[in-house]
């Protein structure tokens, strides 16, 4: 069983930078595929980049390339989202998620944080 908890999300202003952490819980963290997720206000959930469990291979949403960047720390069960030149469109719950290497379904979710962009 793995929980995690995110923070960092807040309130910044269109070209600023966010980074949210997500802290895990159980000591299998390290062997998790760990992603990140957005949700905004009447969308669907869409998925933000993912990171493998070396942290060898990341994937991002084509909108969020070269903006955002997912690192993990296992010794610290953090994985990060460093959000840099934000915009208005990237206002949103996010959400981080772990999943095992071995299944296409994240079965662990936070609580989510809210990141709002303003104009």
């Known amino acids: 069983q793995v929980q995690l908890v995110e923070s960092g999300g807040g309130l910044v202003q269109a070209g600023g930078s966010l980074r949210l952490s997500c802290v895990a819980s159980?000591?299998?963290?390290?062997?998790?595929?760990m992603g990140w997720f957005r949700q905004a206000p009447g969308k669907e959930r869409e998925f933000v980049g993912t990171i493998t469990w070396s942290g060898g291979t990341t994937y991002y949403l084509d909108s969020v390339k070269g903006r955002f960047t997912i690192s993990r720390d296992n010794a610290k069960n953090t994985v990060y989202l460093q959000m840099n030149s934000l915009k208005p469109e990237d206002t949103a719950v996010y959400y981080c998620?772990?999943?095992?290497?071995?299944?296409?379904?994240?079965?662990?979710w936070g609580q989510g944080t809210q990141v709002t962009v303003s104009s």
């Open positions: 998620a772990g999943r095992s290497s071995s299944s296409c379904e994240y079965a662990y």
């Open positions: 159980g000591r299998t963290f390290s062997r998790y595929v």
